[in-house]
């Protein structure tokens, strides 16, 4: 079992490092908002790229041994505001949020649990759901004096009464009784577009890509060789107004999905291609180095189910095990089954036929819709949760054991020192290596901190220039991990490095 990874550690490192800033940074950043710096926009366009190739380029044999056919499509991210209408957002697509009149703050009603005095005496203190111990236990001391978290009973908040909120002490307030009832908060961002600001100008920032993809499905079929079953994938920004961002990237209100729709006859086995998807995703995330151990199916049950997916077989999300959560998982994909729900719907809201037409029956029907919907930038955090690696042994204390796939940098070629010649054989070899994969040459400063910083980065493989090399073009190459080294011949170098990267 790895060690877990405070979560402050690895949010520290992302900003030393450059992979992710708070968005606005200057000015004391904006709640939910981050930008990516050098290494975190090659690490999630990496990740990306191998999102589109296994899904769009090379996706799965079908249930009958035949290769699938899934196409992209970049779509708008403001789109004609009835489509958020027939898809059920603008309506239902909504938290049950609660407020404190006394320190404002505004709270997810389902993220929150209520600690119950078992004896029914003193107030019940209500705590974020991933509160830490030591945080559960400092207010404990403070606010019910003389009792210990032993002495409570934990129960989530929508468990409990309304007629019991006066005895609540909210999670960042002394005093009992200022939490508000819970209300539904539409999770919708918004802007007008044009001039006036009317609700007749009213468009919304999409919550999901997947929207789009539905409205395009006739499109597609009557423009692409596309044939039942067959998906549209999409990836891109999806915003959400997320009362409470959390957990870095996490929760955020800007962020990435990765989203697929897979369209097949209502006749056909929706089971079979449920779980098809259901496993062919998670072995994806497998492949780009999460461990089994740190991953986990949850079947959601019929009440938390998502307003478009009450029917049919059900949803499985992907879970990660995320520092702020373990031992317990949240989620990284959902695997939905979203039924004939938005093609009829958009069918209903257009007018337009959103139907298909069987070529040997000619009989019309509303495709049967399966879903996965990854999130992107919830992805990069579980990769790099799972990457970062305590180790004593080296100057920089850990290293990034990102999957080479992934890795923003495949290889560093670092000359001993700044004279000699070393620099010079250095930019050739950086000059034939830039041309096949990411690649960092570093010149100055001591040997051991340039390790230190591909160790923190996560580049695979240092290839040192020395005092060697110019009698026998040897370089020593250093292996991340194992801070093994090994000379190799110039001419070797990049053979060997896509060796051991199986980097295409
Ligand atoms: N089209 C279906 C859909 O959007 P979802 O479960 O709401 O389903 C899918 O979202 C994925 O998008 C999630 O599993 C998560 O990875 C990502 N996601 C959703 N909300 C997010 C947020 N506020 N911040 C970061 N990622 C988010």
Redesign the pocket.
Known sequence: MSAIIPMKDIVSLCKRRGFIFPASDIYGGVNGFWDYGPLGTELKNNIRDLWWKSMVITPPLGLDGAPLQIVGVDTAIIQNPTLWKASGHVDGFSDPMLDCRETKLRYREDKLIVLKSKDGQGHALVFHEDAEQDTIDARLKKLARGKSSADFETVSLPEIDLSEYSNLIGPDTKKAGTLTEPKEFNLMLHTYLGAAAGEDNKAYLRP?T?GSIFTNFKNIVDTSRVRIPFGIAQIGKSF?N?VTPRNF????RE?E?M?MQFFCDPKDDIKGWFDLWKNYRKEWWLSIGLSDENLNFHEHTQDDL?HYAKEGVGAY?IEYKYPFIAPGFD????I?DRSQFDLSQHEKFSSKKMQYQNLQTNEWYTPYVL?T???L??GVLAVLCEAYTIDENRPSGMYMNCHPSIAPKKAAILPLVAKDGQPEIAQKLYMEMREHMPVDLDIKQNIGKRYARQDEIGTPFCITIDPQTREDQTVTIRERNTMAQKRVHLDQVLGYVQGNLKYS
Do not use: K, M, Y
């Open positions: 999901e997947c959400r997320e990237i996490f929760r955020s962020f999905q989203e998502a999300d989620e990284l994909e959902g939905h879903e919907s990854a999130g930038t919830r």
